[in-house]
């Protein structure tokens, strides 16, 4: 019980010693968030020469992407600070993680057919025909880089500026932010393998 009671008394003593910025940043789940609505047009055509007549249809959809930074992680052991007491200065650093997508969500009700035509000689488009059309309008949304690349942007834009901000709240003169390259390469030589992290 002794044991007990001094390890409870040493985690009290070491969540008072924690600053302020550091329990903040422990209870920011996503940092940086952004919310895009985007609107996307997808559409199927099958007319070829084996079969007579024709059959197209086009539906539009609202996509809600999600992106941020998962704090989850976040590296402590990334922060770096420094006390100049001469001029009164206060400096950090620390590497965040690179922003992510952290969702895509569709609302069946935003999925509207605009446009349906069959030939005389044609079927009506089946269900599962027109959900296979569908999810590929979704896969290409998800493939689009441009896009994705617009929205980590500034996933990493508001991240850094909330960082900044909160740090500075405590007392910090002097911020620097860096994101951390989560991608490794890789170079084969011969039977070898040579992997870089960079940072």
Known sequence: MILVAALLLSSCNRQEKESAWQQRIRQVSELGTVQYTVQKVVSNSDETWQIFGNRKILFSFKAVIKAGIDMDKFDAE??????????????????LPQPEVLSYNIC????????????????????????AIERKGELELKGDKELKDMILKDARQNAALFMEMLLRENGF??????????????????????????V
């Open 108 to 131: 069946p009700d935003d999925v509207k057919m605009i446009y349906n035509q069959v030939s005389f000689l044609r079927t009506e488009y089946t269900n599962e025909e027109r959900n």
């Open 173 to 198: 003169t002097n911020v620097k932010i860096a994101f951390k390259q989560e991608s490794q390469r890789r170079v084969a030589v011969g039977n070898k393998e040579q992997k870089k992290e960079e």
């Open 78 to 95: 990334s922060v770096r600070i420094s006390v100049d007491k001469k001029h009164k200065t206060k400096s950090i650093s620390l590497v």
